[in-house]
């Protein structure tokens, strides 16, 4: 049995998933500002807050909340904890 992954753009408030990877190569500015704020791979992310048109999408992480754009959220690789 496979495991399947989402982005974390295609979850819902009230998910709880855990980071497996951040998509683009290592020259890829929006990867370097996801992983500078703490989003690395094993991080486990509860999506508290989706705005009305889907954009921006509010997460806590790492003892704190953090609002990140949909565009951020689509290079997010995650799976259901």
């Given at each position: 049995?496979?495991?399947?992954?989402?982005?974390?753009?295609?979850?819902?408030?009230?998910?709880v998933v855990l980071v497996v990877d951040i998509i683009g190569n290592r020259y890829d500015e929006i990867?370097?500002?996801?992983?500078?704020?703490?989003?690395?791979?094993?991080?486990?992310?509860?999506?508290?807050?989706?705005?009305?048109?889907?954009?921006?999408?509010?997460?806590?992480?790492?003892?704190?909340?953090?609002?990140?754009?949909?565009?951020?959220?689509?290079?997010?690789?995650?799976?259901?904890?």
């Open positions: 049995m496979s495991e399947s992954f989402i982005t974390l753009k295609d979850t819902k408030p009230g998910d990867k370097r500002r996801i992983m500078d704020v703490g989003i690395l791979p094993g991080t486990r992310i509860e999506v508290v807050k989706v705005a009305p048109f889907g954009d921006p999408i509010q997460i806590s992480l790492l003892e704190f909340d953090l609002v990140i754009r949909k565009s951020e959220a689509a290079k997010i690789l995650v799976k259901y904890m």
